[in-house]
Structure formats: C-alpha cells, structure tokens
C-alpha cells in the first residue's frame, strides 16, 4: 500500500510540475502554514532513481518488520520516521532547501530493524552494515538530505524500542502515549521553528 502511494504520487508530480512545488518541503512555505508539506514531501521524489531505491527498500525491510510489529504498529512507526525526518530537515537545513523522498521512513525502519533483532536475539551484523552503508551514501554523495535521513533513523529506532520493550501488562498504553509524545514533540519543535522564522522574515 505504501509503495502504491509513492508511485501514484510520483506519477502525479511527473505529470505537474505544480504538484511537485505545492508538496515538497521548503521551509519559509511551511513557515507560512503549509504544514501539510511536513509530511507529503515523505511521498515525493526526485527522478526515478531516487523513487526505486526507496521503494526497494521499503519492499526489503518493510514486509518483515509489520509481520513482528503488527500493521497498525508498522503503520505508526512509518508516519513517525517520515515525519522526525521532515522536522529535523525543517529545523537546521537549509532555507533554500527543497526535500523530498521516504528516505527518512525508510531510515527509520532501519533502525527499527535493528532494535526489534535485538529484542528477538537475531543476528544484527547485516543490519548494522546496511544502516553503515547507507550513512556513508549520506554523507559522501551530493544531493542528500542527511538531516531527513538520521532524524528517521533516530526516531524509527526510539520508536521501535517503546513498542518492543513496553511491558506486557500495560503494552498498548505504553505504545500510545509515546507515539502521542512523539507528536507533541515534534508538534513544539515545529511551532518553535516557525516562530524563530516568522521573526527573521520580520512577520508578527
């Protein structure tokens, strides 16, 4: 279903131009109160290339990863990453800075790959070494958001360690109210950022 809506969407940016400018990420638009960009632009992508890397990764690690989480808590996990990706891009990169792509929600189920292995006492060298490659492609090759790509991570893998390690008895409670926090943070840190920028564009 995922990889369905970044298609279509990719389809549909390919077709405009229009749509493409009105959903991607740049921050004096999301200053202005297009908010809804925090999280469209986790359906966006820059050419095709960039499409297929992520889907294939979302295919790879996606399928197993909802299979021990659940989809409902999958679900979460991936709106979650996609969505710290976007506010640590919205916080420190940047203005001039359009951005684009899951790679965040994708980072994101990286590290919590890695932390549900670890709960389950797997092998986590593989995972290790593709979450390593991978930030090594950030930081090295041009054109990268690394602030989308570890703010997913970070938030993919904190996110997975309260889902898997919440105590059985109160699990469900536990779950909810830390996806509701990560909300409220990132809810505030948004704000916070918005205002700091109104005040350099000299607005309210």
């Known amino acids: 279903g995922l990889?369905?809506?970044?298609?279509?969407?990719?389809?549909?940016?390919?077709?405009s131009r229009e749509v493409q400018g009105q959903l991607v990420l740049w921050a004096p638009a999301v200053a202005e109160g297009e908010w809804y960009r925090l999280v469209t632009s986790a359906f966006m992508h820059y050419g095709i290339a960039h499409l297929l890397f992520n889907m294939?990764?979302?295919y790879v690690v996606g399928p197993p990863l909802e299979i021990w989480m659940g989809r409902l808590r999958f679900g979460a996990l991936y709106g979650l990453s996609a969505l710290g990706g976007s506010v640590l891009v919205y916080l420190v990169s940047p203005l001039?800075?359009?951005?684009a792509g899951a790679s965040g929600a994708v980072f994101g189920l990286f590290g919590a790959t890695f932390v549900v292995?670890?709960?389950l006492n797997l092998d986590v060298?593989?995972?290790?070494?593709?979450?390593?490659?991978?930030?090594?492609m950030t930081f090295t090759l041009p054109?990268?958001?690394?602030?989308?790509?570890?703010?997913g991570l970070v938030t993919g893998a904190l996110i997975a360690a309260a889902y898997v390690y919440a105590p059985a008895e109160r699990r469900n409670l536990i779950q909810g109210s830390v996806s509701v926090a990560a909300l409220v943070v990132f809810a505030g840190?948004?704000?916070?950022r918005t205002a700091e920028l109104l005040a350099m564009f000299g607005v309210g």
């Open 125 to 136: 060298r593989w995972v290790v070494i593709l979450i390593g490659i991978n930030l090594v």
């Open 56 to 58: 294939w990764a979302l």
């Open 96 to 99: 001039g800075a359009q951005t």
């Open 3 to 15: 990889i369905a809506v970044n298609l279509v969407m990719f389809v549909l940016q390919t077709a």
């Open 143 to 151: 054109g990268i958001s690394w602030q989308g790509h570890i703010g």
């Open 117 to 119: 292995a670890k709960r």
């Open 189 to 192: 840190l948004v704000y916070w």
